[in-house]
């Protein structure tokens, strides 16, 4: 195999190229950023309690717009977010609903007394198995589920205002509009 | 280097008997399907450790379950099901060999023989 000289260094070029866009590639993929498996699949039958204690399943789920977030007592970054929830007030027909993963329901009731409690409903999961039912791996962690209970989309990590704005309100507008020409 | 050596092995025969001490099974079955479970699977937040060495949270929660399966006499394939279809097929720490991953199962091999042909060529080259 007889190359040119031309031909040589566009080999070359070509494999640099190729090597630094792998790079380049890498550098902006996070592996914890995990797509959920449960997108576009059914909230998961469930049965638990309220922080209070009054018994919940998956029915909840069902009839309405939910934004599902998961947040515990013990996790500083959801104190974070939690401004974020106070500060936001939820279109009409969406419910804002929590999970409070891995934390006693006293903890939590304490939490959202100092913090305040944007929440609709707050459901107690203390030893986190709602959470793998969910597909739960780091919180805060945040759902949208449609009307008919089915899971649309997720996002791991705090939910900001831009966030919102660019992110979650058109496809909350998108799903109303669905379930309206329905 | 010695000395190293049996620390080494002192903490995992440790971490060994913690893990038999926290998962008693009566059924040594059982024990194994447990112990070749908890390898299977990959710790979603320290991701390149399997669930067997991870000390998250996330991980202790995941071998509770893996552990209330086996003792409901759940299968290994249905216990895979259970955790693929609720964290992706990246809980697997080997991934399936689906049309999605079949790049990453046969690149290696198609770069060695891509290799292969390059040093071949060369030979010939210089032969001449």
């Keep these: ?40 699949k059914t909230v998961p039958v469930f049965q638990a309690d309220d922080i209070a204690g009054k018994p919940l ?36 027909d969406v419910q804002l609903v929590a999970l409070d993963y891995m934390d006693s329901p006293e903890k939590a009731a304490e939490f959202l007394k100092d913090h305040g409690n944007p929440y609709d409903v707050v459901i107690s999961d203390p030893k986190g198995k709602l959470g793998i039912d969910f597909g739960v791996y780091g919180v805060p962690e945040t759902y949208l589920i449609d009307q008919a209970g089915v899971i649309r989309f997720k996002r791991v990590g705090v939910v900001t205002s831009n966030q919102w704005k660019q992110v979650w309100l058109p496809r909350i507008r998108s799903l109303e509009v669905s379930h309206a020409s329905t | 280097m010695r000395r190293l050596s049996v620390i080494v092995l002192g903490v995992l025969l440790a971490v060994g008997a913690y893990a038999a001490d926290h998962y008693p099974f009566k059924d040594p079955k059982k024990q194994r399907q447990f112990n070749e479970l908890t390898h299977t699977f990959r710790c979603l937040v320290c991701q390149n450790e399997d669930l067997a060495a991870s000390q998250a949270t996330l991980a202790m929660r995941l071998k509770d379950q893996l552990y209330e399966m086996v003792n409901k006499d759940m299968t290994t ?5 259970y955790m693929v279809h609720r964290y992706g097929d990246f809980i697997m720490l080997k991934p399936p060999l689906v049309p999605r991953t079949a790049l990453l199962w046969f690149l290696p091999v198609l770069l060695l023989l891509v290799g292969v042909l390059i040093l071949w060529r060369m030979h010939r080259r210089g032969g001449r």
């Design chain 1, 1 to 40: 195999m007889m190359m040119s000289r031309g031909q040589r260094v566009g080999m070359t070029v070509l494999t640099i190229a190729v090597f630094f866009s792998l790079l380049w590639v890498s550098l902006h993929h996070d592996p914890h950023r995990l797509k959920s498996a449960l997108i576009g």
């Design chain 1, 57 to 92: 399943n998956q029915t909840l789920f069902y009839g309405k717009i939910t934004v599902l977030n998961v947040f515990a007592s013990w996790c500083d970054t959801c104190a974070v977010e939690h401004v974020f929830w106070i500060n936001r007030s939820m279109p009409s």
């Design chain 2, 77 to 81: 394939p249905q216990i895979k099901q």
